[in-house]
C-alpha cells in the first residue's frame, strides 16, 4: 500500500513538474514573441470609382530580443478569410522591415480592387498583412462614396497662368507679381497641409480646411511673389506633407531673363482735382516722371470707359484744344482722364489712375 | 458595363481601334494657302506730292501724298501750306490722337515722326488751324502704310539671356552643384500679314550645360525649345480661319475639356453663324522638343476631337455640340501627376445651349453630356458609361451678380481630359456678389449629396457648404474685411457595419492692412474648428496667422518681412503643432542702374508638444551684381554678379544638423534685337 501511495504520488509530482515546464516553456514563448500589431487607422473609407491614399501606422507592443527583425513580405486583399484562407482581390508587393516597435505604409487602395469587391456583392473588404516577428494586422476598408472617403490626394496639377494654364514661363528679371497655382483633386474632406518651395527655398506654409468639393486651388502668396531677381532657371514645387502621397510631387520651371522689367511708378495727377468741374480751357498736368521721352493723355467716357480722345506730349501739361472740344466734348457730362509715361524705347514706365472731370456749361446770356 | 446590380462587367471586347491623321500634311496646306495670295502693288514714300483735293486748298504739299501707300513703320510726315496759318492756331490729328505737341514747325509747314510704330493699314491726317485773318482752316488727307513691299506687316524680335556660373565655394560633400555651368535662354517671335492672311510664332530656346548631372525633373541638358506655337490666320469678312501648331489651349465646354495645354494642332473656323473646331494634342504635358515634336500621332496618349457651333442672334442664343475621344497612360509628367497608372480611355459627347433671355441680366446655360470611360484598359472591367448634366442662370443687375446651378454627375461619368473632375453627385449651387461704394459682399450657399444612383451598399452624404466673405473699403489706407465658412456633412442610410460620418466645420478668417506710399502692412488670421459629431469625437482644430511688412523706405529698395504661424490641434489627444515660418524679400539698387542686391531668406521652426518634431531651417539665397551697361552698345546688356546660396537645418530630436553654404561668381549677357 505504502508503494501504491509512493507511486501516486511520485506520479502527481512528474505531472506538476511537467505542467511547471509546459507553463514556464509557454511563458518563454510568450515573452519572445510580439502580440498582434495595433494600427493606426483601424478602419478606412475607399472611394469608389477612384483610388485612395491612406498612411497606415503599425505598433508592436513587444519586440523579439536585441537586434531581431519584424518584417513583412507583402499585403494583400481580402473580401473573406485571413491568412492562407484570405479570398485575395489584390496585392501589394512592397515589403515592410523594422527593428523597432513602429511602421509605416502608405497604402493605396486601387479603383480594380474597389471593383472587384463591388462586382463580388461586397461592400467592404479588408487589408492583411502578416509580420514575422510581429503578429498578423487587418484594416477594414468600406466602399463609400468620394465625399466620406478617406482624406486622400488624387491628382496635383501646377501652372502659372490662370487663364491659359501655362505650366512655364519666361519673365523679365524683377518682374513682379508671378504667381505659381495648384489643382489639388482629393476625396474626402480634412486639413492640407504643405508648403510651396522654389529652388529649395519654402516661400509659404499652407494648412487649410478643404471641403468636400473634391478640388482645391492654392496660389503663392502676393507677398513675396515668386523671385525673379536671378536670372536663369528655377524650380516650383507644392510639398504636401499630410495627407501623405503614394504618388511623386509634380514640378514646373519658370525663367528669368537677364533684362529688367521696366518699373512701372504711379504717376500723379496733378489737376484738376479729381471730380471738378472745370473751365473749358483748363490745362490738365502730372508729375513729372523721370526718363519719361513722351507721355500719352487718353479721355474716356465715363459710362463705358471707352477711349473718345487722346494726345502725345513731351511736357507734363496738356489743354485741350477749342477745336477739338465741340467735336469730342460735352458740356455738363463726365469724362475721365488718364496718363501714361513712355521711355525712349516705348516702354511704359509710370502710369496713373483714371480721375473724373466735367466741363462747365457756357453761362447763359 | 453595369449589370442590373450596379456592379460593372468583364470585358469581353478588345481595345477599340485606333486613328492617324497625317497632321502634318494638314499643316502645311494651311500654311501653303495662306501665303501665296495675290499682293496689291506698293509704292515707296518719295518726295512731298502736290495735294489736288479741293478741300485741302491751303495744303500745298503732303508726303505721304493722298491715298498714297508708303512703305515702312514710323514713316515720317510732311506738310507745306500755300500760306502758314496764324501762330499757335494749329492743331494736328493722326488717327484721333492730338500730336500738336510732337511735331516739328519748318517754314511753311511741319514735319512729325512717329513715336510709336504705325499699324499697317489705312490713316487720317487732320490739321485744323486758322490764318492770320480769323479764317478757319481744316484739312485732311488718307495715306496707307505697310512695312514691307512685300508683306504689309513684318516684325521679328529675340531676347536672349547668356548666362555663365563658376562655383567659387561649396561644401565638400556637396556632390550635385556643378563648378561651372551655361544657361542660354530666350525668346523669339515673329509675325508676317498680308491683307487678311497673317502667319505667326513664338518659341523659347534653352541651352542648359553644366559638369555634374542635373538632378532628375524637366530641365535636361543640350539644346531645346521649350515651348512653341505657330499660328496661321485668315480673317475675312465671311470666312474667318485659325490654325496653330504647338503649345496649344483647347477649350470647349465646362463638361467635356477646358483650359487643357497640350502640344499638338488645333483648327477653328467661322463662317456667318456657324463654327467649327478640331483639335488633336497629346495626352501628358511635355516640354521641349528633344524627345518628341509632337508631330506624330500616339495611340496611347492623345486625344483628339472638336465641336460645331451655331449662334442664332435674332433670339441670342447659341448652341454648341462637342465630342472628343482619347487615351492617356502618362503617371507622372511635366507639372501634373496623379495616383492613377493605368492607361486610361474614354469618350465624351455634348450638347450646350446658352442664350441671353434678358442681356446681361439672365443668362441661361444648360449642357448636358454623355461619357464612356475606362479607367485602366488592361484590367478585368470594361468602360462604363454614363451621363452629366447642368442648368446655370447668371446674370448682373446693378451692383449685384448672382448665379444659380444645378448640376448631376453621374456615378461613373468622366472625361478624358478632365481627368479627376466631380462624379457621382447633384446638387444646387448659389453664389451672389455685391459690389457697394465702400462694401464688397460674396455668398456661396450650396447643398449636394452623392450616391447618385440610391445603392443600398453605400451610404449616402450630405454635404452643405455656406461662406461668406465681406470687404470694406471705405477707407483706402486701411482695407479690411472678415470671411466665414460653414459646413455639414452627414450620412445617412448606412449599411451594416459602415460608421457614420456626422461632422460640422466652422472657419473663420479676418484681414486688416494699413497702406502708406513707403510702406504698407497687413494682417490675416484664420480659425478653423472642426466637430465630429460620432460618437468618435476625433475633433480638430487649427489656426493660422500672417503678418505682412514691405517698406520702400527709398525708391528702388523694396524690403517685405512676412512672419506666419500654422497651429494644428487633435482636441483628442491634446497634442498640437506649430510652425513658425519667417519670408524676407529685398530688392534693391545701392548705386541706381549699376549695383543690385537682391535677397530672398526664410526661417522655418516646427514643434509639437508631444516632442515628436522640433526642427529649425534656415535658407538664404543673395545676389549682387554690377551692370556693364554703360561700356557696351544699348543692345547689349551685360552684367557680372556675384550669388549665394546658404542652407541650414537642425532637428533637435534625432540631434543632427547639416550646413551648406555655396558661393557663385556669374557673368550674364543679354542681347535683344527686332525688325
Not at chain 1, 509557454?26 to 510580439?34: D, E, G
Not at chain 2, 531676347?159 to 544657361?183: Q, S
Not at chain 2, 442664343?317 to 480611355?345: P, V, W
Not at chain 2, 465630429?532 to 523706405?553: C, H, I, M, Q, V
Request: glycine share 8%.
Amino acid at each position: 500500500m505504502q508503494n501504491s501511495d509512493c507511486e501516486v504520488n511520485s506520479m502527481h509530482s512528474k505531472k506538476t513538474l511537467l505542467f511547471l515546464c509546459i507553463l514556464i516553456t509557454a511563458f518563454f514563448s510568450i515573452a519572445s514573441t510580439s502580440y498582434g500589431a495595433s494600427t493606426t487607422p483601424a478602419t478606412v473609407n475607399a472611394a469608389y470609382g477612384q483610388s485612395t491614399t491612406v498612411a497606415l501606422h503599425y505598433t508592436f507592443p513587444v519586440v523579439v530580443g536585441a537586434g531581431a527583425t519584424i518584417t513583412s513580405p507583402y499585403g494583400q486583399f481580402c473580401l473573406t478569410g485571413t491568412l492562407a484562407a484570405c479570398d485575395s482581390i489584390g496585392r501589394v508587393n512592397m515589403p515592410l522591415t523594422t527593428t523597432t516597435s513602429l511602421a509605416s505604409e502608405v497604402l493605396t487602395i486601387p479603383q480594380a480592387v474597389v471593383e472587384r469587391a463591388l462586382q463580388r456583392g461586397f461592400n467592404s473588404f479588408t487589408y492583411e498583412r502578416n509580420f514575422l516577428n510581429g503578429g498578423f494586422y487587418s484594416l477594414k476598408i468600406n466602399i463609400t462614396p468620394g465625399s466620406v472617403a478617406a482624406f486622400s490626394l488624387r491628382r496635383i496639377e501646377l501652372y502659372f497662368d490662370h487663364m491659359q494654364r501655362k505650366n512655364e514661363v519666361m519673365v523679365q528679371r524683377n518682374h513682379r507679381g508671378l504667381k505659381a497655382y495648384a489643382d489639388i483633386y482629393y476625396n474626402g474632406s480634412g486639413m492640407l497641409n504643405g508648403y510651396w518651395e522654389v529652388d529649395g527655398l519654402i516661400i509659404e506654409r499652407v494648412n487649410r480646411f478643404v471641403l468636400t468639393g473634391g478640388k482645391v486651388t492654392l496660389s503663392t502668396p502676393a507677398v513675396p511673389d515668386l523671385p525673379t531677381f536671378d536670372p536663369g532657371y528655377h524650380i516650383v514645387k507644392f510639398i504636401v506633407v499630410a495627407p501623405e502621397t503614394s504618388f511623386e510631387v509634380p514640378e514646373m520651371v519658370y525663367w528669368v531673363k537677364g533684362t529688367d522689367e521696366p518699373a512701372r511708378r504711379a504717376l500723379v495727377l496733378t489737376t484738376p482735382q479729381d471730380g471738378t468741374d472745370i473751365p473749358a480751357d483748363s490745362p490738365f498736368t502730372w508729375e513729372k516722371m523721370e526718363k519719361a521721352a513722351v507721355y500719352l493723355i487718353s479721355f474716356a467716357k465715363a459710362e463705358d470707359k471707352t477711349i473718345c480722345f487722346s494726345a502725345l506730349t513731351r511736357d507734363t501739361a496738356y489743354r485741350i484744344p477749342a477745336s477739338i472740344l465741340a467735336e469730342y466734348f460735352t458740356a455738363g457730362k463726365k469724362f475721365l482722364w488718364s496718363v501714361k509715361g513712355y521711355d525712349t524705347e516705348n516702354n511704359i514706365i509710370a502710369e496713373s489712375g483714371m480721375h473724373s472731370f466735367s466741363f462747365r456749361e457756357a453761362a447763359q446770356p | 458595363m453595369h449589370d442590373e446590380h450596379g456592379n460593372r462587367t468583364t470585358r469581353t471586347a478588345n481595345k477599340k481601334t485606333g486613328k492617324g491623321a497625317d497632321m502634318k500634311t494638314c499643316w502645311l496646306f494651311l500654311c501653303v494657302f495662306l501665303f501665296f495670295l495675290p499682293l496689291a502693288p506698293v509704292y515707296a514714300q518719295e518726295e512731298t506730292a502736290p495735294v489736288t483735293d479741293t478741300g485741302n486748298a491751303w495744303i500745298l504739299s503732303s508726303s505721304p501724298a493722298p491715298n498714297e501707300e508708303v512703305i515702312g513703320k514710323k514713316p515720317e510726315i510732311r506738310v507745306f501750306f500755300t500760306s502758314p496759318p496764324a501762330p499757335g492756331s494749329m492743331t494736328v490729328l493722326l488717327d484721333g490722337t492730338d500730336i500738336t505737341p510732337m511735331i516739328t514747325l519748318v517754314e511753311n509747314g511741319f514735319t512729325y515722326k512717329p513715336v510709336f510704330i504705325v499699324a499697317p493699314g489705312t490713316h487720317e491726317l487732320s490739321v485744323l488751324a486758322t490764318d492770320t485773318a480769323g479764317n478757319a482752316l481744316q484739312g485732311a488727307l488718307s495715306f496707307k502704310t505697310r512695312h514691307t513691299k512685300t508683306l504689309e506687316e513684318a516684325s521679328v524680335s529675340a531676347d536672349m539671356t547668356g548666362i555663365y556660373t563658376t562655383t567659387l565655394r561649396k561644401d565638400a560633400h556637396d556632390g550635385t552643384t556643378p563648378y561651372n555651368a551655361v544657361t542660354v535662354e530666350g525668346t523669339v517671335q515673329g509675325k508676317i500679314r498680308e491683307g487678311a492672311n497673317e502667319f505667326s510664332f513664338e518659341g523659347s530656346p534653352v541651352y542648359v550645360e553644366q559638369d555634374k548631372p542635373l538632378g532628375t525633373g524637366s530641365v535636361e541638358k543640350g539644346l531645346d525649345l521649350r515651348s512653341f506655337v505657330l499660328r496661321g490666320e485668315h480673317k475675312g469678312d465671311q470666312l474667318q480661319a485659325k490654325a496653330e501648331f504647338g503649345d496649344v489651349s483647347v477649350n470647349e465646354t465646362p463638361f467635356t475639356v477646358q483650359s487643357l495645354l497640350r502640344r499638338g494642332l488645333k483648327i477653328n473656323m467661322g463662317y456667318g453663324n456657324g463654327a467649327l473646331s478640331f483639335f488633336t494634342v497629346r495626352a501628358p504635358a511635355i516640354y521641349g522638343v528633344r524627345n518628341t515634336w509632337g508631330l506624330r500621332y500616339e495611340e496611347d496618349s492623345q486625344i483628339t476631337g472638336g465641336s460645331a457651333g451655331l449662334s442664332l442672334p435674332g433670339i441670342r442664343t447659341d448652341i454648341k455640340a462637342t465630342f472628343l475621344t482619347g487615351e492617356d497612360d502618362s503617371t507622372l509628367t511635366y507639372g501634373i501627376s496623379g495616383i492613377e497608372t493605368g492607361r486610361r480611355t474614354g469618350d465624351v459627347a455634348s450638347l450646350q445651349v446658352t442664350s441671353q433671355i434678358i442681356p446681361a441680366m439672365l443668362i441661361a446655360d444648360f449642357e448636358a453630356a454623355y461619357s464612356q470611360y475606362d479607367f485602366d484598359d488592361a484590367d478585368a472591367f470594361d468602360e462604363v458609361s454614363d451621363t452629366a448634366w447642368r442648368v446655370d442662370l447668371s446674370g448682373a443687375v446693378n451692383e449685384y451678380t448672382y448665379d444659380l446651378k444645378y448640376e448631376y454627375f453621374g456615378r461613373d461619368y468622366e472625361s478624358i481630359a478632365l481627368q479627376g473632375g466631380t462624379k457621382d453627385r447633384e446638387g444646387i449651387y448659389f453664389t451672389g456678389n455685391a459690389m457697394f461704394t465702400n462694401h464688397s459682399l460674396s455668398i456661396l450657399a450650396s447643398a449636394f449629396r452623392d450616391n447618385v444612383d440610391d445603392l443600398s451598399i453605400m451610404p449616402r452624404t450630405t454635404s452643405i457648404p455656406i461662406s461668406l466673405d465681406y470687404n470694406y473699403t471705405r477707407f483706402a489706407q486701411v482695407p479690411m474685411g472678415f470671411s466665414v465658412q460653414h459646413e455639414i456633412i452627414k450620412t445617412k442610410d448606412e449599411p451594416t457595419g459602415f460608421d457614420p460620418v456626422d461632422t460640422m466645420t466652422d472657419s473663420l478668417t479676418g484681414k486688416i492692412g494699413y497702406v502708406r506710399e513707403k510702406w504698407s502692412t497687413g494682417l490675416q488670421a484664420t480659425y478653423t474648428y472642426m466637430n465630429d459629431k460620432t460618437g468618435a469625437d476625433l475633433d480638430t482644430s487649427s489656426g493660422n496667422y500672417t503678418f505682412t511688412l514691405t517698406l520702400t523706405p527709398v525708391e528702388n529698395w523694396t524690403i517685405s518681412l512676412v512672419p506666419n504661424l500654422v497651429q494644428q490641434k487633435n482636441e483628442d489627444t491634446d497634442v498640437r503643432t506649430d510652425t513658425y515660418t519667417t519670408t524676407l524679400d529685398l530688392r534693391s539698387q545701392p548705386v541706381k542702374d549699376l549695383i543690385f542686391w537682391d535677397l530672398m531668406a526664410s526661417y522655418v521652426v516646427a514643434d509639437a508638444t508631444d516632442d515628436s518634431i522640433d526642427t529649425e531651417t534656415t535658407t538664404v539665397n543673395t545676389r549682387l551684381a554690377y551692370s556693364l551697361k554703360q561700356f557696351f552698345p544699348p543692345y547689349l546688356n551685360p552684367t557680372i554678379a556675384l550669388k549665394g546660396d546658404y542652407q541650414k537645418t537642425k532637428d533637435k530630436i534625432a540631434d543632427t544638423e547639416t550646413d551648406n553654404l555655396t558661393i557663385f561668381l556669374a557673368f550674364e549677357l543679354n542681347a535683344k534685337f527686332g525688325l
